[in-house]
């Protein structure tokens, strides 16, 4: 099957550039481009693509505008490839948030020659997005407001006061950052701790914390080493680091540390899965989110072999069902739920005896 690309950059010397590097591939077709996302909107219209890349400056439109409406009306895997999006942007984890699949970085000068540098990753990023299923996205608040903040907390105080220290884990990938928000987004204020690892570069993790923060009723920040797990919290894992928890007199701790990739991944699920199946046994909860690959399904293998409750994403509403998939396969999990149901799941599992 040949992938088909369309390509939308104001830039003809960046659509010819990849217009040259595509049309070396057997397996990837440009099936069209655009200078700007309002010309665009017809062609795509008539003959839909299998993955879209995307600029962000462009006139008329800009590029983050049309993806918001792309995923809220007929979603699209969509990359973006932007001198805007560099390591670390908040352009760039906007983009992840608002449903793109992946995002590549283009410098402002010397663009050409570092397209046909980047060929490989390029072609690999496609082919991936590819596979990927993005889902209908409706419009998300900029911020919770400090009295929708306040009313959440009133109407959950002190329901779960008395519950044990009994944290929950979660692991995600591409799309994560949209179903983080999304399961987030439902849960109140004095909801269980939570540790997440989700796939991300360093830098980005700061600023997708600093995101969640702004629109959840928990807090959410990066973890730091020694961070002690409390009702209301979410921690997650640094960008190049990973992420365990460790139990002292009680309490979960924060273990941020170096060491090489695992599954390729820094920070890696399976580390923070495994060092909950040491510690936690049957008082932990472990979530796997979308994401490609298998990182975290040996680790929730083990948190639901010491007794620990696990649960999946299901394959409809994830981006990528790849790490719930080979979890399931493994027999890992005991519930494979929608997106939808996981906070629900979260709140029950905190009022179990």
Sequence with gaps: MTIQVFVVDDSAVVRQALAHILSGQADIALVGSAPNPLLAQA????????????????PGMDGLTFLRQIMANNPIPTVICSSLSTEGSAVALEALSSGAVAVLAKPALGVRAHLEESRHEMISVLKAAARSHPRLRHATPAAVLPMQRSMRAARTAGVHALSMNKPVVIGSSTGGTQALEAMLLQLPSDAPSI???????ERFTAM???????LCAMQVREARDGDRMERGLVLIAPGGRHLQLRKNAGQYYAHVMDGPPVNRHKPSVDVLFRSMAECAGRDVLAILMTGMGDDGARGMKAIHDAGGRTIAQNEE????????????????????????DIASAVLAFDARA
């Design 208 to 214: 997708l914390a600093q995101r969640l923060n702004g």
């Design 43 to 58: 062609a795509i219209q008539k003959q839909r693509p299998d993955v879209l890349l995307l600029d962000i400056e462009m």
């Design 317 to 340: 509403t994830c981006v990528v069902f790849g790490m719930p998939k080979e979890a399931i396969k493994l027999q890992a999990v005991d519930d494979v739920l929608p997106l939808g």
């Design 195 to 201: 540790a997440v690892t989700q796939h991300m570069p």
